[in-house]
């Protein structure tokens, strides 16, 4: 059975980090490629962040380009997502999702349960 | 710029069917989309992809009751035989360039 278990989400203050993990199995990870996708309270999802499974392509969007940094670490089935300068437009549950395929693009197959992420003074 | 567009809301009788509908942007019929949902206070599920010629392939477990199709920038979701479980908000999703785009979401309610 396909698992995906997100952590490190809390509350941290405006321009603080935090370091987002998730924890694959069920499957080989090494070839797959993974995202996160996160959902501010009440809205909608909004893509965030697309690794290839060699990690050879890595994707984000504009809106956390150059703060944030997405990861991965083959050999221990998890996926990573650091998090810098954080702002309170960045307070949603995090999710990390799994690619139907090694390639970075494509649908998402299977989606964790999320972590929230609260930026708040 | 590719963009998908949904209505915000739908509504259906129990045991009736209903056709969602995702919109893509000038310039992309081409695209395949993903459809996922998520049940009130839970993680999306993932659906089915649908391609432009219509074809669709489901997610593990996924019903009969769900189905794919398309014409031209449209990619539609029909779901039948609606139980109260379907309530949900439901998402379409693409890719392309550098990047994914999600639609705006369509709140299922069924009545």
């Known amino acids: 059975e396909v698992q995906l278990v997100e952590s490190g989400g809390g509350l941290v203050k405006p321009g603080g980090s935090l370091r987002l993990s998730c924890a694959a199995s069920?499957?080989?990870?090494?070839?797959?490629?993974m995202n996160w996708v996160r959902q501010a309270p009440g809205k909608g999802l909004e893509w965030v962040s697309s690794?290839?499974?060699?990690?050879?392509?890595?994707y984000y969007a504009d809106s956390v380009k150059g703060r944030f940094t997405m990861s991965r670490d083959n050999a221990k089935n998890s996926l990573y997502l650091q998090m810098n300068s954080l702002r309170a437009e960045d307070t949603a549950v995090y999710y990390c999702?799994?690619?139907?395929?090694?390639?970075?693009?494509?649908?998402?197959?299977?989606w964790g349960q999320g972590t929230l992420v609260t930026v708040s003074s | 710029q590719l963009v998908l567009t949904q209505s915000p809301s739908a509504s259906a009788s129990l045991g009736a069917s209903v056709k969602l509908t995702c919109t893509l942007s000038?310039?992309?019929?081409?695209?395949?989309i993903a459809w996922h949902q998520q049940q009130p206070e839970k993680g999306p599920r993932y659906l089915m992809k649908?391609?432009?010629?219509?074809?669709?392939s489901k997610g593990d477990g996924i019903p009969d009751r769900f189905s794919g199709s398309s014409s031209g920038a449209e990619r539609y979701l029909t779901i039948s035989s609606l139980q109260s479980e379907d309530e949900a908000d439901y998402y379409c999703?693409?890719?392309?360039?550098?990047?994914?785009?999600f639609g705006g979401g369509t709140k299922l309610t069924v009545l």
């Open positions: 999702a799994r690619g139907v395929n090694d390639f970075w693009s494509g649908p998402l197959d299977y």
């Open positions: 069920g499957f080989t990870f090494s070839t797959y490629s």
């Open positions: 690794i290839s499974s060699s990690s050879s392509y890595i």
């Open positions: 000038s310039g992309h019929n081409n695209y395949a």
């Open positions: 649908v391609n432009s010629d219509g074809s669709h």
């Open positions: 999703q693409t890719w392309g360039g550098t990047g994914m785009v």
